[in-house]
């Protein structure tokens, strides 16, 4: 089955920390560069940081020095370590890979109080 499940989120109040996890199917998985994106209410979707299967990362600027992007080839798991968050940093984080875009899961809300 083609899926992905994110979860981690949560309420937290600013300058804190979450740290959200994805767990894909492998045929998704595999050796593609994944990503976390993240869409703000009434915002479009944006990419927060990818990951390539053998660790190189890339980070949006708004983000960089805050926000770790990991994962687990062993267990086709993807991680984002998020801390110093930021009210902006409000929104529905979502996994998927970098292109060629599988079926969007739930996503997890992550809400920053401030």
């Known amino acids: 089955q083609v899926q992905l499940v994110e979860s981690g989120g949560g309420l937290v109040q600013a300058g804190g920390s979450l740290r959200l996890s994805c767990a894909a199917s492998?045929?998704?998985?595999?050796?593609?560069?994944m990503a976390w994106y993240r869409q703000a209410p009434g915002k479009q979707r944006e990419l927060v940081a990818r990951?390539?299967?053998?660790?190189?990362?890339v980070y949006a600027d708004s983000v960089k020095g805050r926000f770790t992007i990991s994962r687990d080839n062993t267990k086709n798991t993807v991680y984002l370590q998020m801390n110093s968050l930021k009210s902006e940093d409000t929104g529905v984080y979502y996994c998927?890979?970098?292109?060629?875009?599988?079926?969007w899961g739930q996503g997890t809300q992550v809400t920053v109080s401030s």
């Open positions: 492998r045929s998704i998985f595999g050796t593609n560069i």
């Open positions: 990951i390539t299967s053998g660790g190189s990362t």
């Open positions: 998927n890979r970098y292109s060629s875009w599988s079926p």
